[in-house]
């Protein structure tokens, strides 16, 4: 039985920025929240100040578990050798702490399968899904599925951040009925007061690592042939974030001549400034589970353009609060923010729907009663 005091052993991968680390602070404050006793396991070797302040602060336990295997590591490194070396390895240590209830929350898929069903029961939060089959491998695939079935999820609910991924998740490991993915969609915290219209109208933002599957080429074309056929010398497109191709866009940008309207600002302490001060969130990503700086977006009432791949459809309610468009579709891209930024009545009504979407389907109040349901129902009973 679950109750206030219920003792929650956390593994989490949370890395250094991004979604999985915002989620993972979340989860803290939501035990925190529900009364719950969590002892959190580090397996990162790198000493984390904020972490561990954070852990501190709410008073939860940390238990250092970095001299032991946590998967993906040297001659284990291949499923199903990472998961059952995981079991072997964490057997004892998950049982010497007695845990009512084992949560894994990760973002690397197969991580920490091997630590479920060492507690009496267990939750796996998969923030993205599987890519891919090898079609040519049936046999692994069908052992994959096998093991995932019966050995590994047998006694763990296993959920996700959107339909897609959990469609996804439920095909590559053969998960039916009562066992598909629980879907959950994510949060970023109030919806936000929208900043004045008159101050926020020429520059169009986009939030993220620059890395390929954000599809920043297409992002650079799109941004080159809004300016182009704009007609004012405001507008600008800015993304902020660092990644492996950060300086190759710049590179492009630069030899273009337009690096004073197309930029690149790398990390920044201040990302809320840049929403506050947009016009237009635009992400034509090739893979996204679902979005969190679409849903940061929203919530400050900015019309978003996004591509129509994975969870992103599902945050971007189409001809609403955006335009959800196919990734390489250069010139019906720029056409959709040119058409935001000149039709102000479209603007607005578009500005209030985005704040309206968020409120109803991605509100902090509706998150945080779907966790609660997904814990409940791990063990059988209510909070």
């Given at each position: 039985m679950l109750i206030p005091g219920s003792k929650v052993l956390l593994f989490a991968e949370y890395g250094r920025m991004g979604g999985t680390r915002t989620y993972f602070k979340q989860l803290l404050a939501l035990y925190?929240?529900?009364?719950?006793?969590?002892?959190?396991?580090?397996?990162?070797?790198?000493?984390d100040p904020e972490i561990d302040e954070l852990v501190g602060a709410y008073g939860f336990d940390c238990v250092d578990?970095?001299?032991?295997?946590?998967?993906?590591?040297?001659?284990?490194?291949?499923?199903?050798?990472?998961?059952?070396?995981?079991?072997?390895?964490?057997?004892?240590?998950?049982?010497?702490?007695?845990?009512?209830?084992?949560?894994?929350?990760?973002?690397?898929?197969?991580?920490?399968?091997?630590?479920?069903?060492?507690?009496?029961?267990?939750?796996?939060?998969?923030?993205?899904?599987?890519?891919?089959?090898?079609?040519?491998?049936?046999?692994?695939?069908?052992?994959?599925?096998?093991?995932?079935?019966?050995?590994?999820?047998?006694?763990?609910?296993?959920?996700?951040?959107s339909k897609y991924s959990g469609a996804r998740i439920a095909e590559a490991w053969g998960l039916c009925g009562d066992r598909k993915p629980v879907v959950v969609y994510s949060t970023v915290g109030e919806p936000a007061v929208p900043a004045p219209v008159e101050r926020t109208r020429r520059t169009i933002l986009t939030v993220g690592h620059v890395v390929e599957y954000k599809n920043p080429y297409a992002w650079i074309n799109t941004a080159m042939s809004v300016i182009d056929a704009s007609e004012s010398a405001d507008v600008r497109f800015v993304w902020v974030g660092e990644g492996e191709l950060l300086d190759e866009c710049r590179r492009i940008v630069t030899e273009q001549g337009m690096e004073r309207r197309i930029l690149f600002v790398g990390l920044s302490d201040d990302v809320e400034s840049f929403y506050r001060d947009c016009a237009i969130y635009f992400q034509p990503s090739l893979v996204e589970s679902l979005g969190l700086s679409v849903l940061d977006a929203l919530r400050h009432g900015k019309p978003c353009v996004v591509s129509n791949r994975g969870g992103?459809?599902?945050?971007?309610?189409?001809?609403?609060?955006?335009?959800?468009?196919?990734?390489?579709?250069?010139?019906?891209?720029?056409?959709?923010?040119?058409?935001?930024?000149?039709?102000?009545?479209?603007?607005?009504?578009?500005?209030?729907?985005?704040?309206?979407?968020?409120?109803?389907?991605?509100?902090?109040?509706?998150?945080?009663?779907?966790?609660?349901?997904?814990?409940?129902?791990a063990v059988g009973t209510v909070l």
């Open positions: 925190k929240k529900f009364g719950l006793a969590v002892t959190v396991v580090r397996t990162y070797a790198d000493d578990a970095t001299d032991i295997a946590s998967g993906g590591v040297g001659l284990w490194r291949r499923f199903p050798f990472c998961a059952l070396y995981e079991r072997y390895s964490f057997r004892r240590f998950v049982r010497s702490l007695m845990p009512d209830i084992l949560v894994a929350s990760v973002g690397t898929p197969g991580l920490f399968v091997g630590v479920l069903g060492l507690a009496r029961h267990s939750v796996y939060i998969l923030h993205t899904y599987p890519h891919g089959r090898d079609d040519a491998r049936y046999w692994k695939e069908s052992l994959r599925r096998l093991i995932y079935r019966h050995a590994l999820l047998g006694r763990t609910r296993v959920m996700t951040v992103l459809p599902e945050v971007v309610s189409d001809g609403e609060c955006g335009w959800v468009m196919a990734p390489h579709e250069v010139d019906a891209m720029a056409g959709r923010l040119l058409d935001l930024l000149n039709d102000d009545a479209r603007y607005a009504q578009m500005s209030a729907s985005a704040v309206r979407r968020y409120g109803q389907v991605f509100a902090p109040s509706i998150w945080e009663e779907r966790m609660i349901d997904v814990l409940a129902s």
